[in-house]
């Protein structure tokens, strides 16, 4: 993975340097977690799904040539919700918007600005994870069951302090309670449909990740990412997506799939308008990656889905379900689904 970082970075810095814009380019790397398994995390506590400092920290490597100094190290805690406010503060655009953001810019800390007359200001950061939310501030971590870490001296998060430091467990309890009552409320109501043609892209994905199945189609993992459906074995069963088509036109779809068997008939079809197509080459492959883990992943395996274009159909503007429907299956399983993509034409 990391060799797979390193060559992707390389590709995109030396197109930049190609193009001659790197000085004109503001560079940011991070990633969102920690491991998504047992494996080395630095000493730190948490994986992904912990709020604890090992689930949520992340390095973050900023590079913009003849404006921010190479090798600089910034100590301070940040938060991604920075990010926003410090790209529009370096490129000089004005942030617009009726809300206000929860990130700061970071463009002091980046040009070295901050001083003992201009100094950054004291912070509190927030993780939540589903119902659990930590606290962090420059020295100590409150956890979500209520334990209290100084993490200077303690970064494993083995020792808690709460009893020494009750005043700051008791000032970072009350951020993370305004935090879920002002944040989380109604967070997981959330009902919005998957936008097809959004105004700033001509491409839309439909992941089976973000589909409900219908009938005996089975995920290969109880975790969505990077999940497929398989176990498609009747005309009865349909793969769906709560989608809202933003604008009505022609879109072009591409299938990513696998299957044991060529000739299996199917349909897409969405408030009347119908596509229907066969799958004439059969794509029968193994998963990938079980032999390079020295520890069983959690999430599902990946295969090297074929990408098929389909056709092109008419969508109408509008909220509705888009369904995959399996007309004829001639062998014991349809296919195995991945991905659908729709460019708008």
Known sequence: MCENIDWNVGRVLSCLERQGVTGETIVIWFHDNGPNGVRWNGGMRGRKGSTDEGGVRSPLYVRWPGHLRAGEVVPEIVSVRDLMPTLCDLAGVPVTGPKPLDGVSLKPLLMKSVSS???????????HWKERISARSQRFRLDDKGRLYD???????KTDVVSRYPEIAAKLGEAAASHRKSFMKGYYDDKRPFVIAHPGSRYSQLPARDARSHGSIKRSNRFPNCSYFKNWTSTEDWISFDVEVAASG???????YAARDAGGKFEVSFKGSKLPFELLEAHDVPELGAQDDRHPRMESYVKDFKALTIGKIVLEKGQGELAL?????????????????????
């Open 117 to 127: 007359d201009n100094p950054w200001p004291d912070r509190v950061l927030i993780n």
């Open 151 to 157: 993490m200077v001296l303690d970064p494993a998060q």
């Open 250 to 256: 022609t879109y072009e779809l591409v299938l990513y």
């Open 325 to 345: 429907r399996a007309t004829e299956i001639p062998g014991v399983e349809a296919m195995e689904f991945r991905l659908l993509t729709l460019k708008r034409m």
